[in-house]
């Protein structure tokens, strides 16, 4: 009898597992990964799937990392005609997260990124050139702290497709830069916290 009882409770959670199986097939969507095959247009961040990190090397034994948690995008582009895509970025400054309330607090201040009087940092992509069949150079202007410098973010694209969550077409993206904060008058503590910063970014758009 108990034998009976734990071959079909065996039964039973196998059959769940192939359900549970058989329904993740169906939600996830059909991704297309060729460039040409994705749909142009205009794009808007979804922040829900978007991170943007910064790293930079302290004391010369760890690399520190933190992030801003509020930042919003656009893109557009056509498959056909990459060179003419173009892409803005806003990030709220006093959003940045150290996961060390006491030290955000400090780099909000007027040696650091003196928030209250640049509250925002701005990118505007002028220049799109063709790395391979997936990857391109966005080149653009960074204003930071109230200096405007040229910057060039290498951009993969990772494909697109039908979200059903959202209803609306997607496109996976992530892109990494690096910038010298003593381009934008922050030169505090410079060897022993670097003055390269290397960003990361990882995003969803929305259609």
């Not at 939600?27 to 961040?45: C, D, F």
Request: hydrophobic letters at 40%; one cysteine or more; proline letters at 3%.
């Amino acid at each position: 009898m108990n034998k009976w009882i734990i071959n079909k409770s065996l039964v039973c959670s196998i059959g769940a597992i192939l359900m549970l199986s058989s329904c993740v097939s169906w939600v996830a969507p059909n991704v297309k990964s060729e460039l040409v095959a994705l749909q142009r247009g205009e794009y808007q961040l979804d922040k829900n799937h978007a991170a943007l990190l910064f790293k930079i090397q302290h004391l010369g034994l760890s690399t520190y990392v933190g992030r801003f948690n509020q930042f919003d995008a656009e893109l557009t582009f056509d498959p056909d005609n990459m060179a003419a895509a173009s892409l803005t970025a806003v990030v709220d400054i006093q959003s940045v997260d150290i996961n060390n309330p006491d030290l955000a607090e400090t780099l909000q201040e007027s040696t650091w990124f003196d928030s209250k009087t640049f509250p925002q940092a701005v990118f505007a992509s002028h220049t799109v050139t063709p790395i391979s069949e997936s990857q391109f150079n966005f080149t653009g202007n960074l204003t930071l702290k109230g200096v405007t410098q040229p910057v060039t973010f290498k951009a993969t694209f990772h494909g697109g497709a039908d979200n059903w969550m959202t209803g609306k077409y997607t496109v996976g993206f992530s892109a990494i830069g690096r910038i010298k904060r003593s381009d934008f008058n922050m030169s505090s503590y410079i060897p022993i916290v670097g003055d390269e910063i290397d960003l990361e970014i990882y995003a969803e758009f929305l259609k």
